[in-house]
């Protein structure tokens, strides 16, 4: 079967639109193009009635209540209004913060920020892993500490963090919990009650929706979560999230998330067998290369590799033509520096300058995968073929295994 060019294998960057989202969205740019805010006619009143059930939607997916769903323009929107608003509403309570050294670079800037506002910010390590000890977090936690911001799953090495758990000690403690879910929601179950969520996040574009499209999670009882808004002018979204509401978008996000809960199960089992294809064919033709991460808590579309000897960017000038993959997340790729979660494994620079992201989707399939293979490891052969430290340590491994041989025959 021939296999059509060039391959997608970057979903964690974004996902091509679903065409059953792609059609509930049409006919809010084609005839029902009203704005929800108008309450006097009937094209204020079906857009909204849209909006409504968007919100819905988004709500079912991730257990929460539709009146705890504020829509955004994306992650990087909600990650900034929970983050900002949440500590500045909480601020007289204390005005520490904890998070973790491999968060987004949306949350991480995000804190660096409120630290020129004065905030303490406490960057936990991760395991070599790249998952959080609770342990480690329950020792950052002190009693001006007054919210937990920890992602459900990374973007760049897809380690799944252990929620349920961090969530028991946040509300042990009476301290805000935070989660950006956006790589996790629609890949694997996120349930805001059972995982004891105050605020979460979640994008359109990473679950087959349209770019442009986000909604925030805040939580309205138990506790009743306040924050204050960044955006204002107009009071829409119960005045914390003020503009005309982009209802193509919210629209297209509902029905991504209706898609979502429907297939999940069946995709999950669907992405995890895929990737497993993908890293036991990279494994039996290539030496010298690792996962980053562990593949027990892990995104099933994620793989993350490092491929020592050649540099990753290198290797994706490589393929680019022909095959989409990147070295890290994508909102981090204009710049050079190797990626900060890869660094905080412990790895080095070395193995961060090396390593390629693969992320799996919905429309990719076996055959893919199979050239995917075939073609990475032509690549790699390639470039380490012009490597002199590739062939210092080719030389290096063959008198080990001959010095090997010979101490087994004289035995």
Partial sequence: MSVKLPIFFDHHSTTPVDARVLEAMLPTLKDEYGNASSRSHVFGWNAKRAV????????????A????????SGATESINLAIKGAAR?????????????????????TCRALEREGFEI????????????????????KNSTILVVIMHANNEIGAIHPIEEIGKITREKGILFFCD??????????????????????????????????????RKEKPRVRIEPILV?????????????NVTGIVGLGAACELAAELMDEESKRMSALRDR??????????????NGSMEHRLPNNLNMG?????????????????????????????????HVLKALGGGEEIAHASLRFGLGRFNTEEEVDYVVERVTKAVKMLRAISPLYEMETKLDTERQSDADRKLGAA
């Fill in 52 to 63: 409504d059930r968007a919100r819905g939607l988004a709500a079912e997916l991730i257990n």
């Fill in 65 to 72: 209540q539709p009146e705890e769903i504020i829509f955004t």
């Fill in 89 to 109: 509403m909480y601020a007289e309570k204390g005005r520490h913060i904890v998070t973790c050294v491999t968060e987004h670079r949306a949350v991480l800037d």
């Fill in 122 to 141: 406490t960057y936990l390590p991760v395991e070599p892993d790249g998952r959080l000890s609770p342990a480690v977090l329950r020792s950052a936690i």
């Fill in 181 to 218: 879910a956006t790589q996790s929601v629609g890949r694997i179950p996120f349930d805001v009650n059972k995982m004891q969520i105050d605020l979460a996040c979640l994008s359109a574009h990473k679950i087959y929706g349209p770019k442009g499209s986000g909604a925030l999670y805040i």
């Fill in 233 to 245: 002018g107009g009071g829409h979204e119960n005045g914390l999230r003020s503009g005309t509401l």
């Fill in 278 to 291: 993908l890293f036991i064919g990279l494994r039996n033709r290539l030496g010298f290369i690792h996962v």
């Fill in 307 to 339: 491929f020592e000897y050649v540099e990753s960017e290198s290797l994706l000038m490589e393929l680019g033509e022909e095959i989409a993959v990147s070295s890290g997340s994508a909102c981090s790729s204009a710049a050079l520096e190797p990626s």
